[in-house]
């Protein structure tokens, strides 16, 4: 889930004053909404797609570092290493300060586009 930072002071103001956990909130409502007891927005907008797909970014962007922490593992553990490893990881170091920038850039468009949705 992706909110704005408005969202999520919200969420967690109104949780607060429940005295219920922000997830426990969170989850309530959607089962509120799935039960039929409350009505949301009749329709996505562009912003919403847009927000999915900073996220689909942003998990791509985490399965690189994936890759090669399970690089690191494998040879941190006294395992073989792979003809392509030395490559793999002297590319992930260059990719290291790309990815964190690119990770800051997709949750501040994200953050972004989740504060203009309910503005537009």
């Known amino acids: 889930m992706r909110y704005s930072t408005a969202e999520k002071q919200a969420i967690r103001a109104e949780a607060r004053r429940l005295g219920l956990a922000g997830a426990h909130f969170v989850g309530a409502v959607v089962m509120a909404h799935l039960n039929g007891d409350l009505a949301l927005p009749a329709e996505r907008t562009a912003v919403d797609d847009l927000i999915d797909e900073y996220t689909a970014l942003r998990e ?28 793999v990881l002297a590319e992930a170091r260059r990719l290291v300060a790309l990815v964190q920038d690119t990770v800051k850039a997709v949750d501040a468009a994200a953050n972004v586009a989740a504060t203009t949705r309910w503005a537009a």
């Open 60 to 87: 791509q962007v985490a399965r690189i570092g994936t890759n090669a922490n399970q690089i690191a593992h494998r040879l941190n553990s006294g395992g073989d290493a792979h003809p392509v490893d030395a490559a």
